[in-house]
């Protein structure tokens, strides 16, 4: 299957800074990716999702102003959690769909902010 | 958006077959079956796709049923690195028109 990496596997800042994830296709054009956040013992929890160029539509109660998403090109989506606080500490999975009518997901990045 | 629902949990010992059955009573007409398998701390891993009647890989089949408002995934002759969580997806064009929205998943437990 095609490959989404992500990057880093896992972060620990202090809080109230800034983290950035980044999420790339290796082998594919994404037109689309899809942030996710799932704590622990729980499912995935979709938070947005960006097409390639335009602004990612963010779920309900997921603040846009605080998980920052770009998606500038057909490679590469950023999510950066701006101001992290402990609660913020999760992990956070990026997933990436092209022409395939399947997506693809990325290994998952463990935030701990303290 | 089409919403599923899974067992929460099912048992079974090592060299059985396991069957988890998805439902999935508002699919709509573009709509894709995906399943995904998930251990912890990585993210979910495509196992199969369908959009009607039988889909067969190397590693798992996928039975959906005509009306398409369920889904069941057969696992053949599980093993202990089987145990896992199990996600049913219902969505179109694997989510490139539209949200990839999980349910709980099953949580499935091999023992030997």
């Known amino acids: 299957g095609a490959v989404v990496s992500q990057h880093p596997s896992w972060v620990i800042c202090k809080s109230g800074t800034s983290v950035k994830i980044e999420c790339r296709s290796l082998?594919?054009?994404?037109?689309?990716m899809f942030w996710y956040r799932q704590f622990p013992k729980q499912s995935l929890m979709l938070m947005a999702t960006?097409?390639?160029?335009?602004?990612?539509?963010?779920e309900q109660g997921v603040e846009k102003d605080k998980f920052l998403i770009n998606h500038a090109s057909l490679t590469l989506s950023t999510l950066t959690v701006t101001s992290a606080h402990p609660e913020d500490s999760s992990f956070y999975i990026c997933s990436a769909s092209g022409t395939a009518t399947e997506a693809f997901f990325g290994q998952g990045t463990r935030l701990t902010v303290v | 958006l089409a919403k599923t629902t899974q067992p929460i949990s099912m048992d079974s010992y090592e060299g059985q077959e396991v069957n988890i059955t998805c439902s999935h009573n508002?699919?709509?007409?573009?709509?894709?079956i995906t399943w995904y398998q998930q251990f912890p701390s990585q993210g979910p891993r495509f196992i199969i796709q369908?959009?009607?009647t039988k889909v067969t890989n190397e590693v798992a089949s996928l039975f959906i049923p005509a009306d398409r408002k369920s889904s069941t995934l057969s696992l053949p002759r599980v093993s202990l690195s089987d145990t896992a969580v199990y996600y049913c997806l219902v969505g179109d064009y694997g989510g490139s028109q539209g949200n990839l929205i999980f349910g709980k998943g099953t949580k499935l437990s091999v023992k030997p």
């Open positions: 082998d594919f054009q994404a037109t689309t």
């Open positions: 508002n699919i709509a007409t573009n709509d894709y």
């Open positions: 369908g959009y009607k």
């Open positions: 960006s097409n390639e160029g335009s602004k990612a539509t963010y």
